[in-house]
């Protein structure tokens, strides 16, 4: 199995207009001042106009993806760690911009500035900010880092930006891929253990969501005949002959290491490729580490996604929210359903009701209403783009200035109401979104479940104190309180909002910041 063609396949190289494009800070200059430029190279990157971000979002609320934009015949500097710092100035001390991911990889838009805090020099990068070259950036396209992971960018045409497992049965971490006699040294037990694996039914058995780890549509091969055959598929280059996995952190290790480590128990985990070597099947986490798939419980994630509202839309609506909610006469409620409400509410035994457009009626547990916000704040007037969410209904709307443009279920903090200083209900009041990262490891305190997850997708901090909004991958319980204090959204409502929302992140980016104006965050009751 191979996910290249999905995590790539958006890339697209075109010769680029001179364009306006939407800046997180201070545009690099073409050249330094009064300096000479180091080389041919940085000659044409200083004359070459390079744009690489679009007023147009990556992703719109449609769900539809445009190609990345990637600048043509210019000098372009790698990313070599899983954090190379953005800066606004060529300076260690200078706000931070944003980041890019090992493997990916900026356009160079002039020549390189002396700074503080570098070995090497800083280079203006587009859309805007420097980037120090040396340990972590390099200009070798072909060093081992760049060159594995250049391959594995994250994919924004599905609803999540990489496959997912979580631990279940804990065993060895490889750094490649091991020998039969290897691997029953390291995994004592082996073949009973996969024997009882094929046997046992249910989430935890071998015909468990197994079209998971292709990374796309299609019908997964069955493990058991896998195994009897010895299946094995094309590896990533990198693993061919006995070697070994990438390593990009800053702690050498033996190139022939086997086992890095072991694996802790309900870890989330990404994936960016997975593939059959002599019978079992690999994932290569996006941390440029291999897992066993058999140890893991493949992730699908939920297929929710919420309503874009065009002129077809009528207010008020709900969108029933308990998987077996009932309306008020017994019958059943369908789950996830849109239902035309006429305006009228009551009270049946205390409950607060709504009346459906067929003359039933909804209690307001078992689904939420949207309705257009009475009274339009400020931001609204002055033509913002804003986020209104209700904790009471676990519902979000989307604005352009007054305008509504698309509704969908949340799922906010399990204490309800309650004070988020003391309990893990989510934080009331209005606040502007400062820091988003295409994915991010997020701990259990964060999220609200037992356990790590590793490339928690689409978030955006727009709190001080850790309050965000994200993707869950690991439940479906969208409009019912789940998480610890954050705002919970489905995958592809992440996807879509994520892109929706600035401060932007430019093509190539993993993440971005910004002191200046971020979209407008209104919780309330």
Not at 311 to 320: L, N, Q, W
Not at 453 to 462: A, G, I, K, S
Request: proline share 6%; charged share 25%.
């Amino acid at each position: 199995m191979n996910l290249r063609s999905f995590s790539t396949g958006h890339v697209a190289l075109l010769a680029l207009l001179a364009v306006g494009c939407e800046s997180l800070g201070e545009q690099a200059p073409a050249l330094a001042r009064g300096e000479k430029l180091s080389s041919p190279e940085a000659a044409n990157a200083a004359s070459v106009p390079v744009v690489e971000s679009s007023e147009v979002p990556l992703v719109d609320l449609h769900g539809q993806t445009r190609d990345w934009i990637t600048a043509a015949g210019v000098k372009r500097l790698y990313a070599r760690s899983n954090r190379v710092w953005i800066r606004k100035k060529p300076s260690r001390g200078s706000n931070k911009l944003g980041y890019l991911r090992a493997g990916a990889s900026a356009a160079i838009t002039g020549a390189p500035q002396l700074g503080d805090g570098c070995r090497g020099d800083w280079y203006p990068i587009a859309p805007s900010g420097f980037v120090c070259e040396g340990r972590s950036a390099t200009f070798d396209a072909t060093d081992p880092v760049v060159a594995a992971m250049s391959e594995y960018a994250p994919d924004h045409t599905r609803r999540l930006p990489y496959v997912y497992g979580t631990v279940r049965k804990p065993g060895p971490v490889y750094g490649r891929l091991p020998t039969p006699e290897e691997m029953r040294t390291s995994e004592v037990g082996i073949d009973r253990r996969m024997d009882l694996w094929f046997e046992i039914g249910g989430e935890i058995g071998s015909t468990f969501a197994q079209h998971v780890w292709l990374g796309a549509d299609g019908e997964a091969p069955d493990p058991k005949i896998a195994w009897a055959e010895q299946r094995t598929e094309p590896l990533p280059s990198f693993l061919r002959a006995g070697g070994a996995v990438p390593n990009f952190r800053r702690k050498p290790r033996d190139k022939n290491q086997l086992v890095l480590r072991r694996m802790r128990p309900k870890v989330g985990h990404s994936f960016v490729e997975t593939f059959f070597w002599r019978g079992r099947r690999y994932g290569l986490s996006a941390e440029m580490e291999l897992l066993p798939t058999d140890r893991l419980r493949p992730i699908q994630g939920s297929s929710f996604s919420g309503l874009e509202i065009d002129e077809s839309v009528r207010f008020p609506f709900a969108m029933v929210r308990q998987i077996r909610g009932k309306y008020h006469d017994g019958s059943r409620a369908l789950y996830r359903g849109v239902l035309q409400l006429t305006g009228k509410k009551r009270f049946y035994s205390k409950v607060l009701h709504y009346e459906t457009t067929d003359g039933k009626w909804v209690s307001d547990r078992v689904a939420s209403k949207f309705d257009i916000a009475k009274k339009m704040p400020g931001w609204a007037l002055r033509g913002e783009r804003w986020i209104d969410i209700s904790i009471s209904r676990q519902a979000l709307i989307l604005y352009e200035g007054e305008t509504p443009v698309y509704a969908t279920l949340v799922s906010t903090g399990e204490a309800g109401l309650g004070d988020a200083s003391s309990t893990t209900a989510t934080k009331r009041g209005i606040f502007r979104i400062h820091t988003k990262h295409v994915s991010t490891t997020m701990s259990s305190s964060e999220v609200g479940e037992a356990f790590e997850l590793r490339d928690v997708p689409y978030v955006q901090y727009f709190d001080k104190q850790g309050y965000a909004i994200h993707g869950a991958y690991w439940h479906d319980r969208f409009g019912m309180p789940k998480s610890h204090g954050c705002i919970n959204l489905a995958p592809e409502d992440a996807r879509r909002v994520f892109h929706w929302t600035s401060p932007q992140v430019p093509d190539h980016w993993h993440g971005a910041l910004s002191a200046l104006k971020g979209t407008v965050v209104f919780i309330h009751p």
